[in-house]
């Protein structure tokens, strides 16, 4: 069985955080740069794969090994197949998984809330859907996909080094309300 290594690099030390079973070899990921090491992503399990290049900060195709995999995801994802599984085996790499959610008004990302359907009366969302990876239990990325049609994604790094704080998708409709009906009182009622 091959194993992966997951590891953060902290201004010059290196501590392995994480060692993926199950098919993978030699893929890191460094605090402070974040440099991907696409050269080591030779996996052959598609969701092992799938969940590496998500947990990119720079975003799941920003390189070429993982563009296969990811078009492979959107694809399957598109059609209603379920996200794709890894098995990091015994031992290895527990708290680290992904979930896919499909947006909606009820779970987006507050600037990708708009006014759609029939006479502009229906909170809709931009996105198709959204990917949480999580490290150690904690949400390292989201991956917003096809935002504002297929293959646009918007990725979220919530990892060591990152000043972005997490937020809940599921109160974004009530702060884009909030703030329509702030703008509207603003301009003496909106009407």
């Not at 198709?128 to 989201?142: H, K, P, S």
């Amino acid at each position: 069985m091959k194993t992966c290594v997951i590891a953060w690099k902290d201004r010059g030390r290196t501590a392995v955080r994480k060692a993926v079973r199950y098919g993978l070899s030699g893929l890191a990921f460094f605090a402070g740069s974040f440099v991907f090491a696409p050269s080591f992503a030779q996996a052959d399990d598609w969701g092992c794969q799938v969940i590496l290049c998500l947990s990119n900060p720079g975003g799941p195709e920003q390189y070429s090994e993982c563009v296969p995999p990811i078009e492979k995801l959107w694809r399957a994802l598109r059609h209603g197949d379920p996200f794709p599984s890894c098995d990091f085996g015994a031992g290895g790499a527990q708290g680290t998984f992904a979930t896919d959610t499909f947006a909606s008004s009820g779970y987006c990302r507050e600037d990708l809330l708009y006014w759609g359907g029939p006479e502009q009366s229906e909170l809709l969302c931009r996105a198709f859907g959204a990917i949480n990876v999580d490290i150690d239990n904690q949400l390292y990325t989201r991956v917003w996909w096809d935002v504002g049609g297929p293959g646009a994604t918007i990725t979220e790094f919530y990892g060591a080094g990152s000043t972005q704080a997490p937020y809940n998708p599921t109160q974004s409709a009530a702060l884009f309300l909030q703030q329509m009906e702030q703008q509207q009182s603003g301009w003496g009622g909106g009407h």
